[in-house]
């Protein structure tokens, strides 16, 4: 089936510091690829998408480039603020039958120290 | 513009017990999905409602249900209330059916004892 697989957290960094959380999938078609964050006690926000393979969606200094060859959609940021704290969500979405829905990773925890 | 509202934000129940939780999409989105998200399991999607239809389903037991009116307003209920039941409950909304980008809701944590 499809699903989407991220890294473990927490992960904790400090200000400034290179920032990488590793998202690959399987799907049976060609997916949307999204990243959503989640700041403590609110909903989840879009941070960024791609719709094709080597699409680079790109939002408040975060990255992810769709590789499609190893069905990947790795989310970076070269310098992380303690504001950047939340936790990132890895999604895809696929149609299939004329039916489509968004299929979550587990979530990535992030803390940054000042 | 405001955003998805839900209600209640919190709620405690016991086992056996029944809930509903409402959602009040943005203005202008039509569909309305609700995912369950809990610790162990992360976000899982419940259903989606599109034009007061239902357009899909996860895999939730029949306890598990929802309905959305003609002002796209959803609600969902869950019967027969188990421990395993405790999660935080998000709605999210979108323009048109296919899960578009969702905006979300901040959620309703129920907690059943």
């Known amino acids: 089936g499809n699903s989407v697989t991220q890294m473990e957290g927490p992960v904790t960094l400090s200000e400034e510091a290179f920032l990488t959380i590793n998202c690959t999938y399987t799907?049976?078609?060609?997916?949307?690829l999204f990243w959503y964050v989640q700041y403590p006690g609110e909903g989840l926000q879009l941070l960024l998408k791609a719709t094709k393979a080597d699409d680079k969606g790109s939002n408040k200094g975060f990255e992810a480039t769709y590789r499609k060859e190893t069905t990947s959609f790795h989310l970076e940021k070269g310098s992380v603020q303690v504001s950047d704290s939340a936790v990132y969500f890895c999604a895809l979405r696929l149609t299939q039958g004329g039916s489509e829905k968004l299929v979550f990773g587990k979530g990535t925890k992030l803390t940054v120290n000042p | 513009k405001a955003g998805v509202t839900q209600t209640p934000r919190y709620l405690i129940k016991t086992r056996g017990q029944q809930v509903t939780l409402s959602c009040s999409p943005i203005?202008?989105?039509?569909?309305v999905s609700w995912y369950q998200q809990t610790p162990g399991q992360g976000l899982q999607f419940l259903f989606e409602y599109f034009s007061e239809t239902q357009r899909n389903k996860g895999n939730f037991p029949g306890r598990f249900s929802g309905r959305q009116f003609s002002n796209s307003r959803s609600e969902m209920n869950v019967s027969t209330l188990e421990l395993g039941d405790s999660a935080l409950y998000l709605c999210?909304?979108?323009?048109?059916?296919?899960?578009?980008?969702?905006?979300f809701g901040a959620g309703s944590r129920l907690t059943v004892l």
């Open positions: 203005s202008g989105h039509r569909s």
């Open positions: 999210a909304s979108s323009l048109g059916f296919g899960a578009n980008v969702l905006t």
């Open positions: 799907a049976t078609g060609y997916p949307s």
